[in-house]
């Protein structure tokens, strides 16, 4: 099972201390369906129990359609852009990604010291940038549901920003 094992061990350790908001950055498609089957039940599991739940669309570049946990309707998934408002090109895309934010670029901590800083880009940084906003909404109004986190997203999201690449119809 590999990484898949070590997901669903974190998942599960989300179910018991149970946080306002989860930011998953793993996703694909499993060889094994029956480990698709336990990330599915364990990731609406967790929706049901009332933590909302923001993943990464992933950096593949392709339809998100078939990966596993972007095509989930109880996730929030988030693909990414520039600072021109151009999805990236490594950015997965499709009907299955809500939302897009920002991931080129972006500083956050290292891990060489408690001050080091680094730069990175992608879906992951994107997913971080949109469970922020997602914890500040759920701060705000701390008996919201996760299916009212990720209305309030899309509402307050502006549409049609992204420029999209020809062709590929996110």
């Not at 940084?125 to 986190?149: M, R």
Request: net charge neutral.
């Amino acid at each position: 099972m590999g990484s898949w094992s070590s997901f669903l061990k974190g998942v599960h350790w989300i179910s018991n201390h149970h946080p306002a908001v989860a930011n998953l950055s793993l996703g694909g498609v499993p060889k094994d369906p029956r480990i698709e089957k336990l990330v599915v039940r364990a990731i609406n599991q967790l929706v049901e129990d009332g933590v909302t739940v923001v993943v990464a669309a992933g950096n593949d570049g392709v339809d998100v359609m078939h990966r596993i946990p972007s095509t989930l309707d109880s996730v929030i998934s988030v693909g990414a852009t520039s600072a021109l408002n151009s999805r990236l090109i490594s950015s997965n895309y499709g009907s299955c990604v809500d939302i897009y934010a920002l991931g080129e670029n972006l500083a956050g901590p290292g891990s060489k010291s408690t001050t080091h800083r680094t730069r990175d880009s992608g879906t992951s940084i994107s997913a971080a940038v949109v469970t922020g906003s997602v914890a500040a909404f759920l701060e705000a109004q701390p008996t919201a549901e996760p299916n009212e986190a990720k209305q309030w997203l899309i509402e307050k999201s502006e549409v049609g920003k992204v420029k999209n690449f020809p062709g590929l119809g996110s």
